[in-house]
């Protein structure tokens, strides 16, 4: 099936600095990629929807000078955490549509656990 | 909107015995409905999806799910369960913009 995968898959920063998690799509070509982000014990809330070219559409909520996010590719999404702080910890997980495949099915990242101190 | 309600938080069973996770959906058209388990610390992973047709699907794991239209649900199921399958259980709507339920986490007594 469809891989998609993330990295880094842990990442423990200082407050203050930015982090980067990339989220690639290794067999398949994918136009529109997910951003999740869950809290220990919750479920997955969407953050932003990415479109490769175009910019991300957020979720009301979400700050985009926070959460900057790039899909300059048919392969690979990136979500900058920009100024971390220790609210920002959390587990963030990616997911691509195939667009060569079933319309609606959604193919998950490892997921990225960023720690902020 | 498109939601999803997983009316149990927490589920206990002990190994062997069935099991059955609700899941009700609000969607204004035909739902793509999912199903998906999440270990610890881990990534999502797929264990059946329903799209049209049969409205009872089979999964991965020994897992189906019963789609009705009726009663907006699309509860999980099964026969005997095995300790490996505790973990945290979502139920999912939507195509691309999926929406997901708060989770129902399994726990399996010995």
């Known amino acids: 099936g469809a ?7 842990r990442v423990i920063c200082k407050s203050g600095t930015s982090v980067k998690i990339e989220c690639r799509s290794l067999d398949f070509q994918a136009t529109t990629m997910f951003w999740y982000r869950q809290f220990p014990k919750q479920s997955l809330m969407l953050m932003a929807t990415s479109n490769e070219g175009s910019k991300a559409t957020y979720e009301q909520g979400v700050e985009k000078d926070k959460f900057l996010i790039n899909h300059a ?23 691509a549509t195939d667009r060569g495949g079933i319309t609606g099915e959604l193919f ?10 | 909107a498109q939601s999803v309600t997983q009316p149990d938080i927490h589920i206990t ?8 996770l609700r899941c009700n959906y609000s969607y204004g058209a035909t ?7 999440q270990s610890p ?8 999806k329903y799209f049209s047709g049969d409205t009872l699907v089979q999964g991965i794991k020994g897992f189906e799910a019963e789609f009705k239209r009726s009663q907006s649900s699309f509860n999980l199921r099964k026969p005997s ?15 691309g913009d999926m929406r ?4 129902t986490r399994l726990t399996v007594k010995p």
């Open chain 1, 73 to 95: 590719s048919l392969t690979l999404s990136t979500l900058t955490v920009t100024s971390a702080h220790p609210e920002d910890s959390s587990f963030y997980i990616c997911s």
């Open chain 2, 41 to 48: 610390g881990q990534g999502l992973q797929l264990l059946l």
């Open chain 2, 31 to 37: 739902p793509y409905l999912f199903w998906y388990v």
């Open chain 2, 81 to 95: 369960v095995h300790w490996s399958d505790a973990a945290e259980y979502f139920c999912a709507v939507g195509a």
């Open chain 1, 108 to 117: 998950f990242g490892e997921g990225s656990r960023l720690t902020v101190l």
């Open chain 1, 3 to 9: 891989v998609v995968s993330q990295h880094p898959s």
């Open chain 2, 13 to 20: 069973v002990s190994e062997g015995a069935s099991l059955e």
């Open chain 2, 100 to 103: 997901f339920g708060a989770g």
